[in-house]
């Protein structure tokens, strides 16, 4: 954990994932706006 708080590896795992979105041309929301990877409570 950084100083702030921060898990210095969640950059590493946004983009990651971001990336993988674009490449596959997927999107991380329904056409509500709601995440499809990601479970609210989570």
Do not use: I, K, Q, W
């Not at 950059?11 to 997927?26: K, M, P, S």
């Amino acid at each position: 954990m950084s100083p702030d708080g921060v898990d210095p590896r969640y950059d590493v795992c946004n983009d990651t994932h971001t990336a993988t979105l674009e490449d596959f041309g997927l999107s991380d929301l329904d056409s509500n706006g709601n995440s499809v990877f990601c479970h609210p409570d989570t």
